[in-house]
C-alpha cells in the first residue's frame, strides 16, 4: 500500500509518498485555501502512485475533521471533502499529533512543536492525544504561543527565546509529568542547552508518523517504541 504523507504548515506543505527519499514541497501562507493546497499537492506529487493519504493539519481536528480554519492559513478547511478531492481514503490528523507519533518511542511522552505557531501532542503508552496549548495564557497577557512562536522569536531575540522554550518545557513538565520531552518544528533547531529528559528531532519525523496512521495499530506502536526510531529513509519501509 503507496501512502502520500502530506504535511501542512504555516510557510510551507511538504510530501513524501512511500518508496521515494525526497520529499517536495510548496510555499503556502496565510491565503491558502484547502483547494488550494490539495490542488498544491497533485501538481507536485505527478507521477507518485498512491492508494492513501495522510494529512497532517495546523489545527485542532475532531473525528479526523478540521475543527476550524488554520490561524496561519486561509479559509475553506471546515467541511472540505478531502477524500473527494484527492479521490482516496484520507486520515487528516493534527499536524503536532503527526510528528509526535512519528517521534514516539515509548512510555508517556510530551511533544511540542516549535514553527510558525505551537504545536503540542502528548502519547501514553501508545495512546495519542493532540493538545491546543497554544493560546492558554502565560504571562503578561500573552499566549504561550506568542512567547515561543514564530512571533515570539522576533519579537524576544534567539536568546531571550530559548529562556522562554524551556521555561515552556519546565511548566508542562511539572503539570503533565512525562517521560521525556520531544522538541520539533522548523525553530527548535534554534535550541542549544536542553533539560536531561527533552530531545530534540527531526521534521522528518511527520512523515514517519503519517505512514504509521495506516500501518500501525496501538500494540504494534507500543512494540515498536521498543526501538530507537528509524530514520526518514526507513520512513517508507515501515509503511
Do not use: C
Given at each position: 500500500?503507496?501512502?502520500?504523507?502530506?504535511?501542512?504548515?504555516?510557510?510551507h506543505v511538504k510530501c513524501l509518498c512511500t518508496g521515494r527519499k525526497q520529499p517536495r514541497?510548496?510555499?503556502?501562507?496565510?491565503?491558502?485555501?484547502?483547494?488550494?493546497?490539495?490542488?498544491?499537492?497533485?501538481?507536485?506529487?505527478?507521477?507518485?502512485?498512491?492508494?492513501?493519504?495522510?494529512?497532517?493539519?495546523?489545527?485542532?481536528?475532531?473525528?479526523?475533521?478540521?475543527v476550524h480554519d488554520p490561524h496561519n492559513l486561509g479559509p475553506g478547511w471546515v467541511g472540505?471533502?478531502?477524500?473527494?478531492?484527492?479521490?482516496?481514503?484520507?486520515?487528516?490528523?493534527?499536524?503536532?499529533?503527526?510528528?509526535?507519533?512519528?517521534?514516539?518511542?515509548?512510555?508517556?511522552?510530551?511533544?511540542?512543536?516549535?514553527?510558525?505557531?505551537?504545536?503540542?501532542?502528548?502519547?501514553?503508552?501508545?495512546?495519542?492525544?493532540?493538545?491546543?496549548?497554544?493560546?492558554?495564557?502565560?504571562?503578561?497577557?500573552?499566549?504561550?504561543?506568542?512567547?515561543?512562536?514564530?512571533?515570539?522569536?522576533?519579537?524576544?531575540?534567539?536568546?531571550?527565546?530559548?529562556?522562554?522554550?524551556?521555561?515552556?518545557?519546565?511548566?508542562?513538565?511539572?503539570?503533565?509529568?512525562?517521560?521525556?520531552?520531544?522538541?520539533?518544528?522548523?525553530?527548535?533547531?534554534?535550541?542549544?542547552?536542553?533539560?536531561?529528559?527533552?530531545r530534540v528531532v527531526d521534521n522528518s519525523n511527520a512523515f514517519i508518523g503519517g505512514f504509521?496512521?495506516?500501518?500501525?495499530?496501538?500494540?504494534?506502536?507500543?512494540?515498536?517504541?521498543?526501538?530507537?526510531?528509524?530514520?526518514?529513509?526507513?520512513?517508507?519501509?515501515?509503511?
Open positions: 500500500m503507496n501512502i502520500l504523507v502530506i504535511d501542512v504548515g504555516g510557510t514541497r510548496f510555499n503556502s501562507g496565510p491565503a491558502m485555501t484547502a483547494k488550494q493546497m490539495v490542488e498544491g499537492v497533485l501538481k507536485i506529487a505527478k507521477g507518485w502512485r498512491f492508494e492513501r493519504v495522510s494529512i497532517g493539519y495546523p489545527g485542532p481536528v475532531l473525528h479526523g475533521k478540521p472540505f471533502d478531502f477524500e473527494a478531492a484527492f479521490g482516496r481514503p484520507v486520515k487528516l490528523v493534527n499536524d503536532a499529533a503527526m510528528q509526535a507519533l512519528g517521534s514516539y518511542e515509548g512510555g508517556k511522552m510530551l511533544f511540542l512543536g516549535l514553527g510558525t505557531g505551537l504545536g503540542s501532542a502528548l502519547i501514553v503508552d501508545g495512546v495519542i492525544e493532540a493538545m491546543e496549548l497554544a493560546h492558554l495564557p502565560y504571562r503578561k497577557g500573552r499566549t504561550y504561543e506568542d512567547y515561543v512562536g514564530e512571533h515570539g522569536l522576533e519579537r524576544l531575540g534567539t536568546k531571550k527565546w530559548r529562556r522562554r522554550v524551556m521555561d515552556v518545557v519546565a511548566r508542562l513538565s511539572d503539570a503533565l509529568k512525562p517521560d521525556y520531552v520531544v522538541l520539533g518544528g522548523g525553530n527548535a533547531r534554534l535550541l542549544k542547552e536542553l533539560s536531561a529528559t527533552a504509521r496512521l495506516w500501518k500501525t495499530s496501538r500494540r504494534r506502536l507500543q512494540r515498536a517504541s521498543a526501538r530507537q526510531n528509524p530514520k526518514l529513509k526507513s520512513g517508507s519501509q515501515a509503511s
